[in-house]
């Protein structure tokens, strides 16, 4: 009795390693499939994500980014050109923004105020073509006196007087780091009339110093003039304004050192569309949405900004 008790352990023992090494081999096998699982989703991951730059060139199909520059070359002067952006817009049918930069030749005595900086819409139904473009953007200027952001400071950190404040869109554009200065485009329903909606792009710009940095955000608008060219449309900005802002000062970089603290302040503004109206366009509304710092500055608590069409510019303008 006792020997028949000792074989059906031994059986049971065996039986019960030959699982265990059943389930732990099985385990693995599946541990195994998981990990290669990963591996090609990453790869997969990897292969189809975009920089930043691509991420902001989705072309019409079939199409190249040296076919949308060569559209331009009617209004550009600078042999370096290059397609800083291009997007489908969804309230025209077959519809494209692009936007291009371009720049004097490497040998010229270059200037930021030669750069040239045009918004174009293309019509891709059939064979590309231009059918609206805006002026060159590259100086114009931006509004920094109806904001509650803040103004930028120059590169010793020193206050700017705002009524001084020149500020250009060229200086949203001209850093040679695409992936970073490249425009932003914004297609929400802006819908500026009954029957009309315009577009948004927004630009970026990052001052660098020694002991800190800042970044300022604009919001531009443009809307589609029709027949100003004879038998093409202009695109026509009809709106800008800086919509956020990012500072941060730290007064010692040394380890140990009795002054080492930093300031910091980051603001953001938003944009709405109110059902008022005046001259057949609706008012755009600009509103505070948050304003932090570590300094202890204290910010209007409700601060918004109105604007209202001027029928005689063709833009909004604020309600002072």
Not at 131 to 147: A, F, G, Q, Y
Request: proline fraction near 3%; aromatic fraction near 12%.
């Amino acid at each position: 009795m006792k020997n028949i008790n000792l074989k059906l352990i031994i059986v049971a023992i065996i039986f019960i390693s030959t699982v265990c090494v059943g389930n732990s081999k099985k385990q693995k096998k599946e541990k195994n499939r998981k990990q290669m699982s990963k591996i090609e989703n990453a790869q997969k991951l990897e292969s189809e994500t975009k920089s930043e730059e691509e991420e902001n060139i989705n072309l019409p199909k079939n199409s190249s980014k040296e076919e949308i520059i060569n559209l331009f070359n009617h209004w550009v002067k600078n042999p370096n050109t290059v397609l800083i952006g291009i997007e489908k817009w969804k309230f025209r049918k077959d519809t494209y923004i692009a936007v291009i930069k371009s720049m004097p030749d490497e040998d010229a005595d270059y200037s930021i105020d030669n750069e040239q900086l045009f918004v174009g819409m293309i019509d891709a139904s059939s064979d590309l073509k231009i059918i609206s473009i805006s002026d060159n953007l590259s100086n114009m200027k931006i509004d920094w006196n109806h904001t509650l952001i803040h103004y930028p400071w120059n590169e010793e950190g020193d206050d700017v007087d705002k009524s001084e404040i020149d500020y250009r869109l060229n200086q949203f554009s001209s850093d040679t780091d695409l992936n970073r200065n490249c425009p932003r485009f914004d297609f929400h329903k802006f819908q500026i009339s009954k029957d009309e909606f315009a577009f948004g792009i927004r630009f970026e710009a990052w001052n660098g110093f020694s002991g800190g940095g800042n970044g300022y955000f604009v919001l531009l608008l443009f809307r589609n003039e029709t027949n100003v060219f004879g038998d093409m449309d202009k695109i026509k900005c009809v709106f800008a304004q800086p919509m956020k802002f990012y500072e941060f000062y730290r007064a010692c970089f040394e380890p140990g050192c009795e002054d080492h603290y930093h300031d910091e302040w980051e603001g953001e503004n938003i944009l709405c569309l109110l059902p008022s109206q005046h001259n057949g366009f609706y008012d755009i509304q600009v509103r505070k949405k948050k304003y932090v710092n570590n300094m202890g500055d204290k910010y209007p608590k409700n601060w918004k900004m109105n604007f209202h069409w001027d029928a005689k510019a063709k833009m909004y303008k604020p309600l002072d």
